[in-house]
């Protein structure tokens, strides 16, 4: 079984600063990892996802994510954040098998503000 | 707009009703998830079918059910409502259903049990 631990249940940032999402995975099985964002009144948008091969990441809407398997670990970022990013943004995981069972985090709002 | 819809948007109903929830997936998407939101426990994977057939199982009650009928139009069917079933239930779906494809979820459909 998986599971996904994203410490930071609220990010406040100010307009253009950067920013980074925390997330961390616990699995015994190779995983695809998977970071979803979710507007107000919303259902979820896929921003990015790591299946093998290069360690970093890019996305949608600037966003970029790294792969750390020593840390277990597939930080989300951005360098320079808009009001239109805030929203909740779910880090997820699956297994490597045919199924496809995503375990999600349990989401980090990212507040933007002026 | 993931092309992926569901009916009805919201719904109210009493402790011991039966509901049920429709999702139409995507265009040539054989294989429809269904995942439950809620305060209390965060995102959680329902089911997965497959070209009509059950693909996988998660933390589903045994008072739910689904089917994913031949023109892969999916039903989640909730039975003897309880007030903490109250949630949102967002649909998705995805071309193949292997773990390593993108789900693509519809808006939700928000459940008051009351």
């Known amino acids: 079984a998986q599971s996904v631990t994203q410490l930071d249940s609220q990010v406040p940032v100010f307009e253009e600063a950067p920013v980074e999402l925390r997330c961390n995975y616990s699995s015994s099985v190779s995983v695809y990892l998977f970071w979803y964002v979710q507007y107000p009144n919303q259902g979820l948008q896929l921003l990015l996802k790591y299946l093998s091969g290069s360690t970093l990441v890019k996305g949608i809407n600037g966003f970029e994510a790294e792969f750390n398997k020593s840390q277990t670990s597939f930080h989300l970022r951005k360098p320079s954040v808009h009001i239109s990013d805030t929203a909740e943004y779910f880090c997820?995981?699956?297994?490597?098998?045919?199924?496809?069972?995503?375990?999600f985090g349990t989401g980090t709002r990212l507040q933007v503000t002026l | 707009d993931s092309g992926v819809t569901q009916t009805p948007k919201h719904l109210i109903t009493a402790t011991g009703q039966r509901v049920t929830l429709r999702c139409s997936p995507r265009s040539g998407d054989l294989s429809v998830y269904w995942y439950q939101q809620s305060l209390d426990q965060g995102l959680q994977f329902l089911i997965q079918y497959y070209n009509g057939e059950e693909r996988a199982k998660g933390n589903i009650l045994e008072r739910f059910s689904a089917q994913q009928f031949p023109d892969l139009h999916s039903e989640l069917n909730l039975s003897s409502l309880e007030l903490g079933d109250s949630a949102l239930y967002f649909c998705?779906?995805?071309?193949?259903?292997?773990?390593?494809?993108?789900?693509?979820f519809g808006p939700g459909t928000r459940l008051l049990v009351l």
């Open positions: 998705a779906s995805s071309v193949g259903g292997a773990s390593l494809e993108t789900q693509y």
């Open positions: 997820a995981v699956s297994d490597t098998g045919t199924a496809s069972k995503l375990t």
